[in-house]
Nanobody, 122 residues
């Protein structure tokens, strides 16, 4: 069973950058899809970005397109989320997730990390 552990969250000012990391223990199969979701205070968990484990195929939520970049280093079993030009509305707990379907539906992801808090002050 793969486990996911996120890190890299923190408190920043609007316009700053952060890079989140997610380390996976255990094997991720080539058919796997890894994603980042976030849950703003008092709101539902929402999709942010995803990437295929075996190919550089990515997909982003419109709200982060052009500002966030998802990537992975397979040799290190690590997934990254580079977040630039952060806005107060990006404040949320960010979760890494593993699934096998190339889609943004959170129900498609069976393994989740514990989350890391990102707070963006105006």
């Amino acid at each position: 069973q793969v486990q996911l552990v996120e890190s890299g969250g923190g408190s920043v000012q609007a316009g700053d950058s952060l890079r989140l990391s997610c380390i996976a223990s255990g094997r991720i199969y080539s058919s796997g899809v890894v994603a980042w979701f976030r849950q703003p205070p008092g709101k539902e968990r929402e999709f942010v970005a995803l990437i295929r484990w075996s190919r550089d195929s990515t997909f982003y939520a419109d709200s982060v397109k052009g500002r966030f970049t998802i990537s992975r280093v397979r040799a290190d079993n690590t997934i990254y989320l580079q977040m630039n030009a952060l806005k107060p509305e990006d404040t949320a707990v960010y979760y890494c997730a593993l699934g096998s379907s190339y889609d943004s539906n959170r129900a498609s992801y069976r393994v989740w990390g514990q989350g890391t808090q990102v707070t963006v002050a105006s």
